[in-house]
């Protein structure tokens, strides 16, 4: 069986810093420079992890930097492109292992996981990636609201799945030469900030069962970086950012739309701690990026988009009984569409 935290371990070995780049410290200020985010699970079960082994056992995923604790990003600038595509998956941060329980029946579904580095906890229902139906889950909300906590804590209870986050930020568009020298006065916050239709164009693919390769964006230096991470064979997809609600095109895609609602205090206190301690922000530069930017934009652009979410959480990963509820409605769904699958199946051999 494939064993990603190994996998992971062994893409923090390959980790070399960024040209003209600060050795990676940390993770979080690669956050959302990996697009798929993926969490690994309780520390305690890596050490009975074991490679491929035909026998169900438990496996460890990567995540994306946006996790913290977790320094396994991979930003090997490999000058091979074929060898880039192939997923030297940057991620891992905060998060949990997940229990990996797939019997490697199917093979080439098995190594798409691999390429894909994604969290593989039960196994494939279809030989079919065509037919596959993948749920698509968008979570929008402001700046330090909680997305990603929320996020872990929904994957932390979806056992048995094969979920991947996907970040609006990898879709930042590249900065221009002069908006990178004067990079405090870029609206980091507004919509043209992002590549809608490369966005869209991906969460499409992936919807239809196809295979997709994220590209990975860099916090630290604001630019799209040449690793790209491929997608596919996953039954949960989730899409968070600050402005993932904002396309009609990209939320006709998805099956249930969430809206993390925090209060805006808490989120700059928040902001403020996390940019500081994990993104090399400085105080004075936090808070004149949110009065600037931040703020106005939230107000303009993200807060108008709650309107189109199934469901708002107030207060974000504190509130329990809503996630339960959320994970609850994803449970439902996916067990939907396995018997839609089997009923499917049935049929294909009667008429054989
Ligand atoms: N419920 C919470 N209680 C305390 N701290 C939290 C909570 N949710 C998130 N945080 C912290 O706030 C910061 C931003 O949270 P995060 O989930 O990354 O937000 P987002 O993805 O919306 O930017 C992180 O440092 C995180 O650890
Ligand atoms: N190069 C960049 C890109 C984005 N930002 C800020 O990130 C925020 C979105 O991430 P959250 O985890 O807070 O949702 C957004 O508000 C941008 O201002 C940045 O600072 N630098």
Same mark, same amino acid.
């Given at each position: 069986m494939y064993n990603a935290l190994k996998f992971k371990r062994q893409q923090k070995q390959q980790y070399q810093p960024l040209e003209n780049d600060q050795p990676l410290d940390n993770p979080e200020e690669h956050?959302? %420079?990996?697009?798929l985010k993926i969490l690994e699970k309780a520390k305690s079960s890596i050490s009975s992890l074991s490679p491929k082994s035909s026998s169900s056992s438990s496996s460890s995923v990567s995540t994306s930097?946006?996790?913290?604790?977790?320094?396994?990003?991979?930003?090997? !600038?490999?000058?091979?492109k074929d060898n880039r595509d192939?997923?030297? +998956?940057p991620l891992i941060n905060r998060g949990q292992q997940q229990q990996i329980q797939n019997a490697s029946k199917f093979k080439e579904e098995e190594e798409e996981v691999e390429d894909s580095n994604v969290i593989l906890n039960? !196994?494939? !229902? +279809?030989?079919d990636r065509k037919m596959k139906e993948m749920l698509m889950i968008c979570i929008a909300g402001g700046t330090a609201s909680g997305k990603t906590t929320v996020c872990e804590e929904i994957i932390k209870r979806l056992e048995n799945q094969r979920v991947a986050v996907i970040c609006l930020? +990898? *879709?930042y568009r590249p900065l221009a030469h002069e908006d990178l020298e004067n990079?405090? +006065? /870029?609206? *980091?916050?507004?919509?043209? %900030? *992002?590549?809608w239709e490369y966005a869209q164009k991906a969460i499409k693919e992936l919807k239809s069962g196809n295979k997709f390769h994220i590209p990975t964006y860099c916090f630290k230096t604001h630019t799209r970086l040449q690793e790209t991470v491929a997608i596919n064979g996953i039954d949960v997809i989730i899409f968070e950012g600050?402005?993932?609600? /904002?396309s009609q095109g990209i939320r006709d895609q998805m099956d249930i739309k969430i809206f993390v609602d925090t209060d805006s205090d808490t989120r700059l206190s928040r902001r403020v701690m996390r940019d500081i301690?994990?993104?090399?922000?400085?105080l004075e530069g936090v808070l004149h990026q949110y009065e600037k930017f931040v703020k106005p934009s939230f107000d303009e652009y993200i807060l108008p988009t709650?309107? /189109? %979410?199934d469901v708002i959480i107030p207060r974000g990963a504190d509130n329990v009984v809503a996630i339960d509820l959320i994970v609850q409605h994803i449970r439902s769904k996916l067990n939907e569409q396995d018997a839609k699958k089997l009923n499917a199946n049935d049929k294909v051999m009667e008429n054989d």
């Open positions: 956050r959302g %420079a990996i697009c930097p946006k996790f913290k604790n977790n320094n396994n990003i991979n930003n090997n !600038q490999d000058k091979d192939r997923d030297k +998956s039960r !196994q494939p !229902q +279809s030989t930020d +990898s *879709f990079v405090a +006065s /870029y609206n *980091f916050d507004h919509p043209d %900030a *992002f590549d600050i402005l993932s609600l /904002y301690a994990e993104r090399g922000r400085s709650k309107k /189109y %979410a």
